[in-house]
């Protein structure tokens, strides 16, 4: 028996490391080592090392897995054969009753996987199944080197299955040395669990999820990982992170009914601390809260390494967030509080595009500030379009040519400095009598001939100017943006006009 | 936001340009048709109506259909013109009603503030189907572009008066 376990322990490192390497186990192979780990009669039952044996190596050599002769584990299908060993490993928490045929995905074809399924449908009273698991583990593979890979994220999904076995423990009245043994096991940085090795799982695993999800309630909190979302929404990237999570599961157990990820780097960055604390309480602890630390340990570790080589996820259909310890965690809640945090940040954006609000504080005074800024633009647009109504007679289609493309050009290449005019400036220029010219250096070069019938006495424009000019004035006055607009823009088209309208002065005045 | 003289931007491509460009556009077609010789108030007032729907519409096309106020604003221009042929419009607006019916029903959870947020969708096009959330994207989306057209239009305004 001790033999078998230390073997067990050796076995499973084997494989772990494998995994952590490889990324291609094979979901049978973990099916059998699940199944293994959970059936305590198996080491009697198994009294060969060598098909557990194998079965993890075939873990371990996971390109060799093919070359082995695994008919049943074709290196295409990892993800869907890991998926379904995630599956059947959750499944554990079911009550056992789920037929294997409802876990495995239709891809998978791999009959053994029925097989081992149903080792874990029943995982207690089945030895002989479990036997059957473990040759079809043999079919697997056959070496016995056991080659450190890398951890795929199959392994995360199976750290949270074997958590959720701790739980199923209790209820299954596994003993907890063999629990005890895995968490050790997987307590060992050599396990390297890191599911963090985020790549992926195809949409497989989720539909393999719908069937793990531990509809027991202890178990809630996995299958909350796994959410019942991801089993709808077929996201992938989401079970990556629901592993990350489960750790923090530990710290809020109690509580945790839920568990969303908000993103994996954040979930990885809040499991950083907890490592440290796990190492200390390996056997004190609830084994799970341990396997789960270090497989967060090792998680974080490697997210943070390999956050790059992650393959693009996919588009994320649902956002994941994590609870907050002591925060209700329930789904309900959660929800709530991502949409609150979601409108308290764009009020904050909003906060900075309304001007001279940095005073209020709350919803309500910052939406009637919102309401009265947007009210008061959309009245500034009907008072320039009147004014644009009643003052441009003369602009022609060549007036509308020169005035953009100078609007353009101006914005572009010309310097600030060259316009050391400002609104005030401006606002003299309007309110007494265009014909005085302004002091500016005209930075254009005037090499666009604007013919202007520019007419500083007009009639039309005494006549409109007491009207028009207070208005323009108030504009300049209240808007303190316009003395950093004219900058650039509006000086340059000001010169203009001003250029055309008293070609004498400005020519003097040309630097 | 806002460009800053030091940034040097692509005329091509930013949202000012491009309304910039429609903007002028249409103002010169509103100039060349109806040329300002009699300044009647009647005449003003149908000029100052034309150049407001030009310089929303400019906006609305200049942002094209990226965002939900820019659709929903355009749809009311297509509604309103087609309007004089077929009674279009008022399919919309049932439309937004229902389902502004629908989101205020479950909004009842926010409280106080339902107030302001309806008057908020009031206020921004397309408002009344949409969630808080994205009404305060749509809103600052909707504030960006507003000063972007009182800019310009201020531009233009002075412009003209030096022009004259």
């Known amino acids: 028996m001790e033999k078998d376990q230390v073997f067990m322990g050796e076995a499973v490192q084997a494989g772990w490391n494998s995994c952590s390497f490889g990324m291609e186990m094979e979901t049978d192979e973990l099916n059998c080592v699940g199944s293994c780990f959970l059936n305590p009669k198996w080491h009697n039952s198994m009294d060969q090392s060598d098909p557990f044996e194998s079965a993890l190596s075939s873990m371990v050599c996971s390109p060799a897995a093919s070359n082995a002769g695994s008919t049943n584990f074709p290196a295409s299908g990892d993800n869907t054969m890991m998926t379904d060993l995630i599956g059947k490993l959750g499944n554990i928490c079911n009550t056992g009753d789920i037929s294997p045929q409802s876990l495995i995905k239709p891809p998978n074809n791999n009959n053994?996987?029925?097989?081992?399924?149903?080792c874990y449908t029943s995982p207690l009273d089945s030895p002989p199944k479990l036997n059957l698991s473990m040759m079809g583990g043999n079919q697997i593979l056959k070496h016995p080197s056991l080659v450190p890979v890398s951890v795929d994220p199959g392994f995360a999904e199976r750290a949270a299955r074997f958590s959720c076995f701790n739980g199923l423990n209790a209820q299954l009245g596994v003993t907890e040395a063999e629990f005890v043994q895995l968490t050790r096991v997987s307590t060992n940085q050599s396990v390297m669990v890191t599911g963090s090795q985020v790549h992926v799982p195809d949409s497989n695993k989720n539909t393999l999820q719908d069937g793990n999800s531990c509809s027991d309630k202890r178990n809630s909190r996995l299958s909350r990982c796994s959410s019942p979302e991801n089993g709808d929404s077929k996201d992938e990237s989401s079970i990556s992170e629901q592993i990350p999570g489960v750790g923090s599961s530990i710290k809020a157990q109690n509580d945790a009914n839920a568990r969303k990820r908000k993103s994996m780097p954040r979930g990885k960055a809040k499991e950083t601390p907890s490592p440290a604390a796990a190492d200390a309480k390996i056997a004190e602890e609830n084994d799970e809260s341990t396997a789960k630390r270090s497989k967060q340990q090792n998680d974080s570790a490697k997210a943070e390494n390999k956050e790059n080589p992650k393959p693009p996820e996919p588009p994320k259909d649902y956002i994941h967030v994590r609870a907050r310890r002591g925060q209700a965690t329930d789904s309900h809640s959660l929800a709530e509080r991502v949409r609150r945090e979601k409108i308290s940040e764009r009020m904050k954006f909003l906060q900075d595009l309304?001007?001279?609000?940095?005073?209020?504080?709350?919803?309500?005074?910052?939406?009637d500030e919102i309401i009265n800024y947007v009210q008061s633009l959309q009245r500034q647009v009907e008072f320039l379009s009147m004014k644009l109504a009643?003052?441009?007679?003369?602009?022609?289609?060549?007036?509308?040519?020169?005035?953009?493309?100078?609007?353009?050009?101006?914005?572009?290449?010309?310097?600030?400095?060259?316009?050391?005019?400002?609104?005030?400036?401006?606002?003299f220029g309007l309110r007494y009598q265009p014909q005085q010219g302004l002091p500016m250096n005209n930075g254009i070069s005037n090499d666009t001939q604007i013919q202007f019938s520019m007419n500083p006495a007009n009639a039309a424009l005494h006549k409109t100017q007491g009207l028009q000019l207070p208005p323009v004035d108030g504009i300049s006055d209240a808007n303190p943006q316009i003395g950093s607009f004219w900058g650039d823009d509006l000086q340059s088209i000001v010169q203009m006009g001003f250029g055309q309208n008293q070609p004498q002065s400005c020519q003097s005045k040309h630097s | 936001m806002m460009n800053t003289p030091q940034q040097v931007k692509n005329p091509s491509s930013s949202l000012k340009s491009r309304f910039i460009t429609r903007f002028l556009g249409a103002l010169t077609k509103i100039n060349a048709e109806d040329p300002i010789s009699s300044p009647s108030p009647t005449r003003i007032f149908q000029r100052y109506r034309r150049i407001k729907v030009a310089s929303n519409?400019?906006?609305?096309?200049?942002?094209?259909?990226?965002?939900?106020?820019?659709?929903?604003?355009?749809?009311?221009?297509?509604?309103?013109r087609s309007a004089f042929s077929g009674r279009r419009s008022s399919v919309k607006t049932t439309n937004c009603t229902t389902i502004n019916v629908t989101i205020n029903e479950n909004k009842t959870a926010k409280g106080g503030l339902d107030m302001q947020t309806d008057e908020l969708r009031e206020l921004v096009p397309g408002g009344?189907?949409?969630d808080v959330c994205n009404l305060l994207d749509e809103t600052a989306h909707y504030i960006k572009c507003l000063t972007t057209q009182v800019q310009v239009m201020r531009k233009i305004v002075d412009f003209c008066h030096l022009s004259k």
């Open chain 1, 112 to 118: 053994n996987c029925s097989s081992n399924t149903s």
């Open chain 1, 354 to 367: 309304v001007p001279d609000c940095n005073k209020v504080t709350g919803k309500a005074l910052m939406l």
């Open chain 1, 390 to 427: 009643t003052v441009n007679p003369r602009m022609n289609a060549n007036t509308e040519a020169l005035l953009s493309k100078d609007m353009f050009r101006s914005r572009g290449s010309l310097p600030h400095s060259h316009y050391p005019m400002d609104s005030s400036a401006l606002a």
């Open chain 2, 57 to 80: 519409k400019s906006m609305a096309y200049s942002v094209r259909s990226r965002r939900i106020w820019s659709r929903a604003m355009l749809s009311r221009f297509r509604s309103r």
């Open chain 2, 128 to 130: 009344e189907a949409m």
